[in-house]
């Protein structure tokens, strides 16, 4: 099981690419890399999933070193309503045990 | 499009008070259901999953059940509430298992 380590929280300003990155030093040949997002009240919603390299979609980039021992988010040009948490999960593709959320990043954006 | 229901969003229970929480998902035949429980200023625990009609598998062991009647509906039970039972509780969908999942609004529960 792939533990993940992330910053408890992290501030930055409109306009900016913010990277939140993520350590899972323990990640197995078969996981992958998912990020979520959740404001307050919420339930959390699905940022980006990668398994190595880079992944990028409309919303953030994802970059994963060749070793696989970290991975980082990235949003490009924040705006204040990406004030939320964003965790990262490592878990195996059609495994559905051992999901761990964890506390993730509370992300602030200032004006 | 798929949508995920959950109700009530809020309730109010004492100690010892049995509890029955529902989802249903539309839009979507034989998806992965999911119970999470979120503790104020916490991340998700797992509770419960299920990959099809009457399978369940339980993640945490806890005076909470679940069960699944019918493809798209997902309950959750508990004959006696304890304090610790407080929460946000969500309900999610996958299409399949270790994918994206879909998350519904949420019932937020406090024991009293």
């Known amino acids: 099981l792939a533990k993940t380590t992330q910053p408890i929280s992290m501030d930055s300003y409109e306009g900016q690419e913010v990277n939140i990155t993520c350590s899972h030093n323990?990640?197995?040949?078969?996981?992958?890399i998912t990020w979520y997002q959740q404001f307050p009240s919420q339930g959390p919603r699905f940022i980006i999933q990668?398994?190595?390299t880079k992944v990028t979609n409309e919303v953030a980039s994802l970059f994963i070193p060749a070793d696989r021992k970290s991975s980082t988010l990235s949003l490009p040009r924040v705006s204040l309503s990406d004030t939320a948490v964003y965790y990262c999960?490592?878990?195996?593709?059609?495994?559905?045990?051992?999901?761990?959320f964890g506390k993730g990043t509370r992300l602030h954006i200032l004006p | 499009s798929q949508t995920i229901h959950q109700w009530p969003a809020t309730l109010v229970q004492p100690v010892g008070s049995p509890l029955s929480l529902e989802c249903t998902v539309e839009?979507?035949?034989?998806?992965?259901l999911y119970w999470y429980r979120q503790a104020a200023g916490r991340g998700l625990q797992l509770l419960f999953y299920?990959?099809?009609?009457?399978?369940i598998s339980s993640e945490v062991p806890q005076n909470l059940s679940a069960s699944r009647p019918q493809d798209r509906q997902f309950i959750l039970s508990s004959k006696k509430l304890l304090l610790s039972d407080s929460g946000f509780y969500l309900c999610?969908?996958?299409?399949?298992?270790?994918?994206?999942?879909?998350f519904g609004p949420g019932t937020r529960l406090t024991v009293t």
């Open positions: 999610a969908w996958s299409v399949f298992s270790g994918g994206e999942q879909y």
């Open positions: 323990n990640i197995a040949t078969n996981d992958y």
């Open positions: 990668g398994y190595k």
């Open positions: 999960l490592v878990g195996e593709m059609n495994r559905d045990d051992k999901i761990i």
């Open positions: 839009g979507t035949s034989n998806p992965n």
């Open positions: 299920s990959v099809g009609i009457g399978q």
